[in-house]
């Protein structure tokens, strides 16, 4: 297949035709280490350009699982993510990296007109929990509307970061679970939305992860 599609996905699901209809779904055990669990929900529809990539693995270097997925180029994207990784944990069947990933990627014109005059109006967030080992950021810039809901619920067991904002603008979104300095970084998430953005993303770490995070 020649590739001449704007979207770059970096599985190499990138194809020359106007309309991309992909749906994923992986399964992979893993090995031992040091113990930590992440439970991931999100959906995105963006008109105009994007660029996000996500990094997935249970151990450091050469051991246990690893997982990367990303979309980049400019054009209308439909997608969705569940994902639920667990690493590091004694008992080996335990250890694992569950991900799903269902997509309509379309390389057509963007419906998104960019304002005539550059808007100043800015908003972010940044939080972190040193106690699990997670951060989470979101940041918009050169706005003409943005409506947004973040929830983060943060203690010494857990952290759970629930997210939904629609934007005309720039959207700038990062994440990361590592239990300590020398754990193996079990999430590494970037994402830039640029153009109209509808975003929504439930994210948990912790002791109890799949107990407790909300569908969103």
């Known amino acids: 297949m020649r590739c001449h599609s704007k979207f770059l996905v ?18 992979v055990p893993a090995v031992a280490g040091t113990e930590q669990n992440l439970t991931e929900h999100s959906w ?4 105009g ?4 990539m996500r990094i997935y693995q249970s151990e450091s270097g050469y051991n246990g699982q690893k997982l990367v997925v990303g979309t980049r180029g400019t054009g209308t994207v439909s997608r969705t993510i569940d994902a639920s990784v667990y690493g590091g944990y ?22 998104f007109a960019a304002p005539i005059t550059k808007s100043d109006l800015k908003n972010a967030l940044c939080a972190k929990n040193y ?31 629930s ?10 979104v990062g994440a990361r679970v590592q239990k300590s300095a020398s754990s ?26 799949v107990l407790t995070l909300p569908c969103p």
């Not at 193996?184 to 993303?201: A, E, H, I, K, Q």
Request: charge should be negative; glycine fraction near 6%.
């Open 44 to 47: 995105v529809y963006n008109q």
């Open 163 to 172: 997210v939904h904002s629609e934007v005309e603008g720039t959207m700038k």
């Open 90 to 111: 004694e008992d080996e069947n335990y250890n694992e990296i569950m991900f799903n990933e269902w997509g309509v990627y379309q390389n057509r014109p963007t419906k």
């Open 184 to 209: 193996t970084p079990l999430y590494v998430m970037t994402g830039v939305y640029s153009g109209y953005t509808n975003f929504r993303m439930s994210m948990e770490t912790g002791n109890a992860s």
């Open 49 to 52: 350009t994007i660029n996000e």
């Open 10 to 27: 970096f599985r190499c699901l990138v194809v020359s035709a106007l309309f991309l209809f992909a749906g994923i779904s992986v399964f």
């Open 131 to 161: 106690e699990v080992g997670s951060v989470f950021s979101e940041s918009y810039s050169e706005l003409n509307e943005l409506i947004k809901d973040t929830t983060i619920e943060q203690d010494i067991n857990n952290s759970v970061y």
